[in-house]
T-cell receptor
Framework: KAGVTQTPRYLIKTRGQQVTLSCSPI?????VSWYQQTPGQGLQFLFE???????NKGNFPGRFSGRQFSNSRSEMNVSTLELGDSALYLC???????????????FGEGSWLTVV | DAKTTQPNSMESNEEEPVHLPCNHS???????IHWYRQLPSQGPEYVIH???SNVNNRMASLAIAEDRKSSTLILHRATLRDAAVYYC???????????FGTGTRLKVLA
């Protein structure tokens, strides 16, 4: 069974540009969440989606946005890139909604974004 | 959000058992305790999770204190491939917003 797939794996952008990252969840998984990992702040939650609806959002500026499609694939977008946005962006998927059943989330390998 | 406290780093000899502690004294009664590990340049990998009783799987065992304020991840025989950062995360019903702390960096010595 294929795992969570994230594309692209590596990319370099210039300050002020925008970027779109893509995530394909494990087949059958309907929940997708996104995390940012930096050396200074560690792993931080960005947002989560279930059935195309954003269920929760982390403490990030409005430049960070995301969406989920009807096939559960998800994209996140960062506009007006800043140097501090350089990070590993991780997507995770889970079978269902987090209804207290102890569902596990499975992470992809991430997209490495460098802003110059 | 429940807060966690883990040692910054631990060392173990290869093929010896490793006990990785985590304090989560503010955990609520319905929060599961999840453990993930992250190898260099990879996304976090699920290890194990539990609610109240001890849990075992092919990767590890999870011992949860009776008052649920702490838990211990047990790797029965550490290998070099177990060198990673280990995170314990209390999960909250209704969200996959996981709060990752700084984790424990495990070094396995050959």
């Amino acid at each position: 069974k294929a795992g969570v797939t994230q594309t692209p794996r590596y990319l370099i952008k210039t300050r002020g540009q925008q970027v779109t990252l893509s995530c394909s969840p494990i087949s059958g998984h309907r929940s997708v969440s996104w995390y940012q990992q930096t050396p200074g702040q560690g792993l931080q939650f960005l947002f989560e989606y279930f059935s195309e609806t954003q269920r929760n959002k982390g403490n990030f500026p409005g430049r960070f946005s995301g969406r989920q499609f009807s096939n559960s694939r998800s994209e996140m977008n960062v506009s007006t890139l800043e140097l501090g946005d350089s990070a590993l962006y991780l997507c995770a998927s889970s079978l269902g909604y987090a209804a207290g059943t102890g569902n596990t989330i499975y992470f992809g390998e991430g997209s490495w974004l460098t802003v110059v | 959000d429940a807060k966690t406290t883990q040692p910054n780093s631990m060392e173990s000899n290869e093929e010896e058992p490793v006990h990785l502690p985590c304090n989560h004294s503010t955990i609520s009664g319905t929060d599961y305790i999840h453990w993930y590990r992250q190898l260099p340049s990879q996304g976090p990998e699920y290890v194990i999770h539990g609610l109240t009783s001890n849990v075992n799987n092919r990767m590890a065992s999870l011992a949860i204190a009776e008052d649920r304020k702490s838990s211990t991840l047990i790797l029965h025989r550490a290998t070099l491939r177990d060198a990673a950062v280990y995170y314990c995360i209390p999960s909250t019903s209704g969200t996959y917003k996981y709060i990752f702390g700084t984790g424990t960096r495990l070094k396995v010595l050959a």
